[in-house]
């Protein structure tokens, strides 16, 4: 009996020995970085130099690329490397209990770090196949321009700003997801395609340029069509003026730690090309092998890979936004990683009425931070997909909704620097400064936002201009000490009605009752205000 359980304690040994785990192997420097300062745009584009200059963000070492000899090295040992960070400085492989000791002995590594850090496994609470379900509600045309996405749009009060003339053109948004079919042929994305909005993607998962096949899971192709679908009297999207780099980093037929390296590789490339925004539906705290699960008290903004890799893209002057997750019915209940960084933003999910979906994961994170940041539309959410226009449910969603209204308030205040921009918008978002654990501070308020950033800019009150009275029957008087350039109305579907007189005493008496926006340029600013004619 005691030869028997000996020999199966040498067997259990050896099969632990001999089993292999994803580890990422960081190096010491980067011994040739001097090239790369000699010469940035070696490695990364003018126009990721221009937002760094736009925001006064310096080069740094993790900029510069990886050795290379340092991988060469890594091969030499008999590991087969895919996947690199230059931002982490190293490279993800498998490896045994013995080569994790042979790597960490070399002289060019600084450390090893497992992705398992709970060997017991944590608590698996969901399948796979469920993290993207798709709730399809195909939607015929209505006589709105902006169509179903019309409520969702008001919701977050971001016609001001299309209304304005911001709808994301020169912006440039990474959507970083699973996969794009029907992006190259359907009709809802015409548009982009035909003004070439879409500038390249990639394919992480698969290492090659297959964003569009049609065996691929069309989750992306949903999350583009919330910002960037167009279908003429049927939808508008949250910013479709807007540029796209498309990117592959989910694998959804499984979930491995690999994932969360591919999405950090991805956010690495839309660095490079000088991306404005990075916006993901994605989030990570268990997988088909447990023993890489997580528990909530990881979800600290650093203990995870990509919550450490998201961070670093926003300290690249990149407008960051994770969905917070659809956890909240579940045994998991909370926000996701990279949802749970300081530096992310976090985008939960409501109703139409305006209260949280009921899917929508629970804040904070695990060290007491609110999250999520604020919220959008995420119960039965417009889309624009393929040939029509649906709806779906979702964080998924209202993220995408949200950095399209990001888009168009960047294109408005492009050098704002990033944390003061999204101070400004928690604190108009509609429950500041009060807050709750699924909706983080209240809907979003991109009208009041770009107000807020304005007068901050321009360095004047609220005060310096007033609309009264509103409602009006037939005459309102606009309140400014300014020189009062240009008044413009526009329709309640953002279309310009006429030029009114450059006076402060205004006579809309012969106007049709209805919702009005006014765009006055005065001698320091434009504003755009909502007006009711009765």
């Not at 035909?194 to 998962?205: A, D, E, P, T």
């Not at 917070?324 to 139409?352: C, L, M, R």
């Not at 009425?353 to 417009?382: C, E, I, M, W």
């Not at 500041?432 to 321009?458: C, K, R, W």
């Amino acid at each position: 009996m005691k030869k028997t359980l000996s020999v199966l304690i040498i067997f259990l040994y050896a099969f632990v020995s001999a089993q292999t785990e994803l580890v990422f192997v960081f190096f010491k420097d980067k011994p040739n970085k001097a090239a790369f300062y000699a010469n940035p745009l070696s490695e990364i584009s003018q126009k990721s130099l221009d937002r760094r200059a736009r925001l006064n963000i310096p080069l740094n070492d993790q900029d510069a690329p990886l050795e290379a000899s340092y991988i060469q090295n890594i091969k030499n040992l008999g590991f087969t490397v895919t996947d690199y960070s230059k931002w982490m400085n190293g490279v993800a492989v498998n490896a045994t209990t013995a080569q994790i000791a042979t790597l960490q002995a070399q002289s060019y590594v600084q450390s090893v770090e497992s992705f398992i850090k709970h060997p017991a496994g944590g608590k698996q609470s969901i399948k796979k196949s469920d993290k993207f379900k798709v709730f399809d509600n195909t939607i015929g045309k209505t006589n709105f321009n902006y169509g179903t996405g019309l409520s969702q749009i008001d919701q977050i009060n971001l016609r001001p700003l299309h209304v304005a003339g911001y709808t994301g053109t020169g912006v440039t948004i990474a959507v970083i997801d699973t996969g794009f079919p029907t992006v190259n042929t359907g009709s809802a994305y015409a548009r982009i395609r035909n003004n070439g909005q879409i500038k390249g993607g990639y394919n992480f998962v698969n290492k090659s340029t297959d964003i569009y096949n049609t065996s691929l899971n069309n989750h992306g192709s949903y999350c583009l069509g919330v910002i960037a679908g167009y279908i003429d009297n049927s939808y508008v999207g949250s910013a479709p003026d807007a540029d796209f780099y498309l990117y592959a980093s989910e694998d959804a037929v499984n979930e491995k730690p690999e994932e969360m390296i591919y999405w950090a590789e991805a956010a690495e490339e839309a660095d490079r090309k000088g991306v404005d925004i990075i916006t993901t539906s994605l989030g990570y705290y268990d997988f088909d092998d447990s023993r890489y699960n997580m528990l909530y008290s990881d979800m600290d903004g650093s203990n995870s890979f990509i919550a450490r890799a998201a961070q670093i893209a926003a300290e690249k002057g990149i407008f960051v936004l994770a969905a917070a997750g659809n956890e909240a019915q579940n045994s998991w209940h909370y926000i996701i990683t990279p949802a749970d960084n300081e530096k992310v933003f976090t985008v939960g999910a409501v109703t139409s009425s305006g209260t949280s979906s009921s899917f929508s994961s629970y804040g904070p994170n695990a060290l007491g931070l609110v999250k999520p940041d604020a919220s959008a539309r995420g119960t039965n959410t417009a889309i624009a997909y393929n040939n029509s226009a649906t709806t779906s449910n979702g964080t998924s969603f209202a993220t995408p909704l949200a950095a399209g209204g990001v888009a168009c308030l960047l294109q408005a205040v492009l050098t704002k620097p990033l944390d003061e921009l999204k101070d400004i918008l928690r604190q108009k978002a509609s429950l500041f400064p009060n807050h709750t654990d699924p909706m983080g501070y209240g809907i979003l308020n991109f009208g009041a936002s770009l107000t807020e950033v304005q007068m901050a800019t321009a360095n004047v009150t609220k005060s310096s201009i007033k609309i009264y009275p509103n409602p009006v029957s037939t005459s309102f008087t606009i309140n400014t000490s300014e020189k009062i350039v240009s008044v413009e109305l526009y329709d309640v579907l953002g279309r310009k009605s006429q030029n009114l007189s450059n006076e402060k005493i205004q006579n809309i008496e012969k106007l049709t009752k209805g919702v009005y926006f006014l765009k006055i340029k005065i001698d320091k600013n434009e504003f755009v205000e909502k007006l009711i004619k009765q």
